[in-house]
């Protein structure tokens, strides 16, 4: 469960919250070119995950332990956030990118490694509880570092104090980027204190096969295992949907924060402050699923989920700087101080959905596969399920970022992700529970 609190720092100031807004509207010369060039970084990453994944969990099953290869790209991902200290405005876009997408990367594939041992340490009737319980911790891990960027760094630029009226520690400068770009350092660092625990006391498998066999066996395997996947149809049901979905919620999570802050031009300090009750409501949201997982399965906790998301997104792509629901409702655009017009907090209500949702479609999909899987066969069907996640990961931040480009607008551009979710949630309605039973 510590792995999750240590690996969602990076997902959600990083990816999500802070480092991306900046990316989208200070880094780029335009906010829709900031879009599309995030879109495809995330994009690229997405690519690489799915070819690889797939390979590296049939290995584990061959070599055994995962600790090892969890090390291996956790040292990855350290060194890559640390890189993003020094994008700056006017830095290279593409060799910030790079160190994105290879943190991105590392971390993905230390999920997959992560993930593969549950079924082997968790009983079956404990996977639902467990999984949503671990998801919501990582919330409030990102909730806190969050908090710490708000509070403490990200000052105005206008005042030079942070939200509580304090010079930024360490004399980070607002003007040049430094109290986003610190974002980078920090997750990195957080991730390396806090995924110790895992790595020292929880149990892990045998080592069996050397590298280089394992790799040709688990090559071999792979193609066995493909070949098996399409003769268990609730399975490949599940996993097409589940593909579907899962490349909405990467992109809405990607995107999200930057497009409210380049349509209100919210500052890092209104990003940092929309991101905290996001993963406020992510960790009550979890928690509650955590018991219904657990008296009703999983497949309503992931139905219910996707049809919030569905409504949150009509929502964001329905507002504007002083309307929502596609002009049926206006606003002024007079106030003060953080979300001061009817259309920010229109835009808060749409991300209070998001937020109950994000997490337990996610937590609950995992413990929903978890369960249709044997504990021998993990590894390599937990590579399958990140292929599945990330198969066409790339396809929906490339859409949105291609729509916008070729029509100049973030909304349209954004537009495109109901089509993953209404898409999503049409399959999985008609997927059995455990997926194995068909």
Known sequence: M??????QPF???VTTFIFGPYFIARMAEDPAQGQAAWGY?????GFIIAILSPVLGAVADKTGARKPWISFFAAIKIISLSMLWFAAPGSSLVVVLIFFALATVAAEFSIVFNDSMMPRLVKREDIGRIS???????YLGGMIMLIFVVTCLAA????GTTLIGI???WGLDPVSGEDARITGPLSAMWYFIFILPMLFFTPDAPKASRLMPAIR???SELKATLHEVRQRSGIMRFLIARMIYQDGVNALLALGGGFAAAMFGWTITEVGIFGIILNVVAIFGCLIASRCDALFGSKPIVIVSLILLLIATVGI???GTDYTLFGLLTFGLDGEGLFATGAERAYLVYGLLIGFAFGPVQASSRSWFACSVKPEEAGRYFGIYALAGRATSFVAPFMVATVTMALGSPRLGMAVLLLFFIGGLLLIARTPYPAAKV
């Open 156 to 159: 105005s630029p206008e005042t």
């Open 317 to 319: 792509i329905s507002t």
């Open 41 to 45: 970084g995330v994009a690229i990453a």
């Open 2 to 7: 510590l792995f999750d609190w240590a690996a």
């Open 11 to 13: 997902f959600t100031v």
């Open 132 to 138: 949503n319980i671990a998801w919501g911790l990582g």
């Open 217 to 219: 066996s688990g090559l």
């Open 167 to 169: 010079k930024p520690l």
